[in-house]
């Protein structure tokens, strides 16, 4: 098999110049592909949040962790969610287009006590339709990310997408 050589790229900058990084470089990766100790912190600091632990030493038992490892990379890991501190987001929802599928959506906003600001349903087009959905989450009852899989296992949702959030 024959392997093609790419070309070098000139630049002005040197090597470690062009490779500096900041302390605040963020990237959107996906979960499979961070090392299992990226993740091991994240459940560690999660179960530290929501207190399903009294001390740091147990959490760090139950998944395997190095006290070590834990101090390098716990102000490091964020879920993504938890950017999301404002008090109004914005859903982009795609569903099949069928009698009562935005009935079970307002369901189950309303019944994890949040209230609907704005709510705009396309035209369906080949049996599917988009909602823009805003929704005030100041008294929501669980995490952005698990109200979120509430709403993704209502049959005929197809897609979900957090396009924004906003404070109040």
Excluded: W
């Amino acid at each position: 098999m024959n392997k093609k050589k790419l070309p070098k790229l000139k630049s002005s900058k040197t090597k470690s110049s062009a490779l500096k990084r900041t302390e605040n470089d963020l990237y959107l990766v996906r979960r499979d592909i961070l090392p299992k100790e990226i993740l091991k912190t994240a459940k560690v600091n999660e179960m530290i949040k929501r207190g399903e632990t009294l001390t740091i030493k147990d959490a760090l038992f139950e998944f395997d962790l190095s006290p070590s490892t834990y101090r390098r990379c716990r102000d490091m890991v964020t879920p993504f969610y938890d950017g999301v501190s404002d008090n109004i987001i914005t859903l982009l929802i795609v569903v099949e287009n069928y009698q009562g599928i935005l009935a079970k959506i307002l369901s189950i906003i309303s019944r994890h006590l949040c209230d609907i600001i704005t709510i705009n349903q396309s035209f369906p087009i080949n049996g599917m339709a988009s909602i823009n959905i805003s929704i005030d989450i100041r008294l929501l009852n669980m995490d952005i990310e698990k109200f979120i899989d509430k709403l993704k296992a209502v049959n005929g949702i197809r897609q979900i997408e957090l396009l924004g959030s906003i404070k109040q």
